[in-house]
């Protein structure tokens, strides 16, 4: 793998970790984001030089081999144990380079290779991982998680010991590629024991999942099976790919504690989820009742407006049913606030449930933690929705104006009412002339045969009284037409209060998801080959 992949997988894995804040394992975030800074540390230490770090259980010879790569008795090997208590280095082409490494490492004792080593190895003595003191296993620990390539060193008794293969060997199984295994003192065992010995390790490492790591068979007294491993080192050095071999192995391994349902595919807001919410939200909003009144103020406006002038102060002494629950004909005021009373219990709950509804249709069959999140961030606003509800109401335009037809048709009532005024006070002032005995000194004029003041009085009563009713059906159906057109006005602002308040969060959440997997995908993604073959 180029530095350039590893950068783009750091760089993927680093966005994984931030969008897994708060949603995923503490832990696995805490590794992920440990990974990038470790590694941004380590290649900016350059990858001119090569740590290779020694690794195994106490009695297997770590030291005596690590004496026999160097060249010179630099460890301390012995039968009583724990022998090594810290890292050591034998460098080979010593600069500020490897100096700064082992600063970085944390490693004091530092000493120069001898023979022929290639350049740029940074060979590490470590503690036992076994060890009896607890200082020495923390050391160890510490640096095989640092180190660029692990040679885990083993003897024919202990090749199989469970620490070995548990707690290190299986867990790195992706890192096959920055890793071997020596099976150490081989002179104890005649060459079939030693090969059959050799062979049957080969099997253990293979079944942990290490099936393209080499397994030498050396001994560190004899100089057996040593050239193979100075090669072995000698060509990864040459390679100048450890380091980044073991980092890509890293960031996969990170990756794949982020790697928390990312297998399905969300199923997404459904159209019935989404239409159950906002007929939910629309009934806790009160859009029935204010369309209601929407129409019943049409009704009784235009009852004022074109109604039997006489008859209009029965209209006046109900009150306006918008002005009623504080709502105007205008729209676009943000922050009034009605007077419709609260969403009733029965309202809440089926609000509720339509919301925690839709996030389950959304969450689908989505693995934990996901349903979670996507039902918190849901209900995340929830305690917002009456007040919003209440703000989207009367922030409407219900669009209740006043038909053109209104203002002649008033104007011609007020013309009928004047006609059957005229009229009665004519009639009355005829009878008290003929109280009077006078009612022959005035004539009376007649449209055929009928008196005037009675063609006044009856046939402006007769025609306010029809232009009245043909007005009030007219308002009937002027007040449906209008209702709808509020409900429509209402449900859009509704519709967004609830786009906003729920469904916008539960679709940032899965997206957040879509991100989350599309980053692990892309930081687990590492070409196949370029491992070493056993």
């Known amino acids: 793998m180029s530095g350039g992949d590893l950068d783009r997988r750091l760089s993927a894995l680093a966005e994984a970790a931030e969008l897994g804040e708060g949603r995923l394992d503490d832990d696995a975030v805490a590794a992920a984001r440990t990974v990038v800074q470790r590694a941004g540390r380590r290649l900016g230490l350059g990858v001119e030089a090569t740590v290779v770090a020694l690794a195994g259980p106490t009695g297997d010879g770590k030291s005596s081999l690590f004496n026999s790569l160097s060249g010179a008795h630099l460890a301390e090997a012995g039968v009583r144990r724990p022998t090594t208590a810290a890292a050591s280095a034998a460098v080979w082409g010593a600069d500020g380079t490897s100096d700064a490494l082992l600063d970085w490492l944390g490693v004091p004792v530092r000493h120069g290779g001898r023979g022929d080593g290639p350049a740029g190895l940074v060979l590490l003595d470590l503690p036992d991982f076994d060890s009896v003191a607890a200082d020495h296993r923390l050391e160890a620990d510490r640096v095989i998680g640092l180190a660029d390539l692990l040679v885990w060193v083993v003897d024919p ?81 040459a390679a100048r790919e450890a380091a980044v071999a073991r980092l890509s192995a890293d960031v996969a391994t990170a990756a794949a504690r982020l790697d928390a349902g990312c297998a399905p595919r969300a199923r997404g807001v459904a159209r019935a989820d989404r239409q159950r919410l906002d007929g939910a939200l629309a009934e806790a909003a009160g859009v029935g009742e204010v369309t209601r009144a929407v129409g019943a103020a049409h009704r009784r406006r235009g009852a004022l407006a074109t109604g039997w002038p006489y008859a209009r102060w029965v209209r006046r002494l109900r009150p306006d049913p918008l002005r009623r629950l504080r709502l105007e004909d205008r ?44 039902r918190s961030a849901a209900t995340a ?83 306010g009284l029809l232009l009245a009713g043909l007005a009030a059906v007219a308002h009937r159906l002027g007040a449906r037409r209008r209702a709808r057109v509020a409900e429509r006005a209402l449900r859009r602002r509704v519709d967004a209060v609830a786009g906003e308040l729920v469904v916008a969060p539960v679709e940032s959440e899965l997206a957040a998801r879509e991100r989350l997997c599309a980053a692990v995908a892309q930081a687990q993604a590492q070409p196949r080959g370029g491992r070493g073959r056993r």
């Open 381 to 463: 606003r929830e305690a917002e929705l009456a007040e919003r509800l209440d703000r989207a109401v009367a922030g409407a335009d219900l669009r209740v104006r006043r038909p053109l037809w209104w203002r002649p048709a008033g104007l011609l009532q007020l013309v009928l009412a004047a006609a059957a005024a005229v009229g009665a006070l004519w009639l009355l002032a005829l009878a008290a002339l003929g109280w009077l005995r006078l009612d022959d000194v005035v004539p009376t004029p007649e449209v055929r045969g009928i008196a005037l003041p009675t063609l006044l009085l009856g046939g402006g009563a007769l025609a």
């Open 331 to 374: 729209g676009g005021e943000e922050d009034r606030r009605t007077s419709l009373p609260p969403p009733s219990a029965a309202a809440r709950a089926h609000a509720s449930s339509a919301i925690r509804r839709l996030a389950e249709g959304a969450a689908g069959a989505l693995p934990e933690p996901w349903p979670v999140l996507v």
């Open 157 to 237: 008794q202990k090749y199989a010991d469970a620490t070995l293969h548990e707690r290190y060997l299986r867990p790195l199984a992706r890192h096959g590629g920055a890793m071997a295994v020596v099976l150490n003192q081989a002179d104890r065992l005649d060459d079939a024991a030693g090969e059959a010995a050799r062979a049957d390790l080969a099997r253990l490492v293979c079944d942990d999942g290490l099936d393209a790591v080499p397994v030498l068979a050396v001994s560190a007294t004899t100089g057996a099976g040593l050239e193979r491993l100075r090669e072995l080192l000698a060509g990864r050095v």
